[in-house]
Nanobody, 129 residues
Framework: QVQLVESGGGLVQAGGSLRLSCAAS????????MAWFRQAPGKEREFVAH????????YYADSVKGRFTISRDNAKNTVYLQMNSLKPEDTAVYYC??????????????????????WGQGTQVTVSS
């Protein structure tokens, strides 16, 4: 079983930066594709970014492309989300997720929460204007 723990959230002014971390324990996730999702109050959980098991490919929501960067360090069993140029609309709880499935990238499986099997408890990011 995999446990995921996010950290690094907080309160930041618009235009600022935060770096989220997601540490995995229980077993290695070096063979698992992983992603970040977020959920704002009253809204559905939405895709933010995805990284393949070896970090060779990354995918982003249009709303964060060019501002956020997902990366991973398999030696540390950790995935990161560097968030720059933050906007008030980025305010949400951010969740880390890992998939144990063979994802169909041509059909953008990575977008959908139900393709992921393990989730963290979330970390709050609040961006003030």
């Amino acid at each position: 079983q995999v446990q995921l723990v996010e950290s690094g959230g907080g309160l930041v002014q618009a235009g600022g930066s935060l770096r989220l971390s997601c540490a995995a324990s229980g077993r290695t996730v070096s063979n698992n594709p992983m992603a970040w999702f977020r959920q704002a109050p009253g809204k559905e959980r939405e895709f933010v970014a995805h990284i393949t098991w070896n970090g060779g490919s990354t995918y982003y929501a249009d709303s964060v492309k060019g501002r956020f960067t997902i990366s991973r360090d398999n030696a540390k069993n950790t995935v990161y989300l560097q968030m720059n140029s933050l906007k008030p609309e980025d305010t949400a709880v951010y969740y880390c997720a890992a998939s144990s499935r063979r994802l169909a990238y041509y059909s953008r499986d990575y977008l959908y929460p139900n393709k992921y099997d393990y989730w963290g408890q979330g970390t709050q990011v609040t961006v003030s204007s």
